[in-house]
């Protein structure tokens, strides 16, 4: 039997990302906020690290590119064929 542990954020997993999102969330300078663990602000540089988040208020928010470099993101490999 499996028995549930809270588990610290520090050590969740990435959050999926599609490709699409990836590219958007880039191209439009969207930052990811790595404690509400979602696509939050603009106006964030790919590189960007310990932006305030425009949800929560913590400096927590993360280039898109840096977010995949420290694994906050992953980019789910499912195509998504949208038509
Ligand atoms: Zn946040």
Redesign the pocket.
Known sequence: MDALEHTPDAVAKPVQVSVAEYFRASGSYQGF?I??REI?NSGVEPDARRYE?E??G?R?VYGIEEALLMGAIEIAADEEEVG
Do not use: A, D, G, K
């Open positions: 906020c404690n509400c939050t988040c949800v929560c913590e927590m």
